[in-house]
């Protein structure tokens, strides 16, 4: 079984930062990208920013400059750094991740599983 635990949101001011935080536990053999997405009330979930196992990142347009997703390998974790931080950035945020478990890998099965994480509420008051 796979978990991905978030931590890190709360309530900040405009302008302010914030680090979120995403722990992948359980039986990994490897994790691909991983990443951060997000749900404002009414509105679709949208991606923010996703980091490949290399290291080459992605960014939705509205976060370029003000947010950085980074991860340690070796603790199966990824980060989104957020600076700058508007009302309009409060929302759920989600990890997601993309891995191959150790069943897989086991298995021969050449996949890979997505898997989400609970969502931590970040509010930007302004």
């Known amino acids: 079984q796979v978990q991905l635990a978030e931590s890190g949101g709360g309530l900040v001011q405009a302008g302010g930062s914030l680090r979120l935080s995403c722990a992948a536990s359980?039986?990994?053999?490897?994790?691909?990208?991983m990443g951060w997405y997000r749900q404002a009330p009414g509105k679709q979930r949208e991606l923010v920013a996703i980091i490949a196992s290399g290291g080459s990142t992605t960014y939705v347009d509205s976060v370029k400059g003000r947010f950085t997703v980074s991860r340690d390998n070796a603790k199966n974790t990824v980060y989104l750094h957020m600076n700058s931080l508007k009302p309009e950035d409060t929302a759920v945020y989600y990890c997601n991740a993309d891995l191959i478990t150790m069943a897989d890998f086991i298995s021969h099965l050449l996949r890979t599983t997505n898997y989400w994480g609970q969502g931590t509420q970040v509010t930007v008051s302004s």
């Open positions: 359980g039986s990994i053999f490897s994790i691909n990208a």
